[in-house]
């Protein structure tokens, strides 16, 4: 049986579901069984027939999520309080079980806040004006991660983002920066729980396959 696939989403102002359609097709194309989840989900529910979660790009998270309550509120996005606390609890129940989580872009920011890290609020030159299936900058993992082992050690990628990892969770470990330092991803030493800060359901190349087939291999297992 194909594992489920649980990828998050978001209201627009509308109300209305929000996800960009390539999270699952890149799900469905790694052989999984995608299912979109709302941000009025149940986190321990969601858990409960997913084998695997997408915490999939968005807005920004609140700066009181990670303990920062002076800032300057014209350099934030979009924020949902309910987004905000339906991924930021299904992050850490996902944590506690070991749960083979793909977090993307918002996402990586989510994990890390979640477990105790912080976000830098605006930095610059990381907001392409490129097509999302074009790469702009280069990335270097960290060896012996198992990002590393999964896409090799050096690649290029694309970058939609104006926050990013501040300081990094104790649960979690760099396996990869930007060539001017900003962490492009995040993960668990033991099991598979990784954030990458691009968005490789767009890019359709080598890395971004082996991203997602090894979230699917790691749900087929529970």
């Known amino acids: 049986m194909k594992p489920v696939i649980g990828i998050t989403a978001g209201f627009n102002g509308d109300g209305e579901l929000y996800l960009r359609r390539r999270y ?6 790694a052989g999984g069984v995608p299912v979109v989840l709302p941000p009025d989900t149940e ?21 009181e999520r990670f303990g920062v309550y002076e800032y300057d509120a014209e350099k934030l996005g979009t924020i949902s ?20 989580v793909l977090a993307i872009c918002r996402g990586i920011q989510v994990l890390n806040a979640a477990l105790g890290g912080t976000l830098l609020l605006d930095i610059p030159g990381h907001m ?3 097509a999302r299936s074009e790469v702009s900058h280069r990335v270097i993992a960290e060896s012996g991660t198992q990002l590393c082992r999964l896409a090799g050690g050096s690649f290029r990628v694309n970058s939609f983002h104006h ?3 501040g300081r990094t969770a ?5 396996s990869a920066r930007a060539e001017d330092g900003t962490v492009e991803g995040l993960e668990a030493p033991d099991f598979f729980f990784i954030g990458v800060q691009w968005h490789p359901e767009h890019l359709r190349d080598s ?3 082996a991203l997602f087939q090894a979230l699917v291999e790691r749900a087929a297992l529970l």
């Open 128 to 130: 392409q004006s490129g």
């Open 207 to 209: 890395v971004s396959d």
């Open 24 to 29: 699952c097709e890149a799900v469905r194309e």
């Open 170 to 174: 104790p649960a979690l470990r760099i």
């Open 43 to 63: 986190p321990e529910s969601a858990l409960g027939f997913c084998g695997g979660i997408v915490f999939s790009g968005g807005g920004d998270i609140a700066p």
């Open 81 to 100: 309080s309910e987004r905000d606390g339906f991924e930021l609890e299904l992050a850490r129940l996902a944590y506690g079980r070991r749960t083979p």
């Open 163 to 165: 926050q990013a990892v």
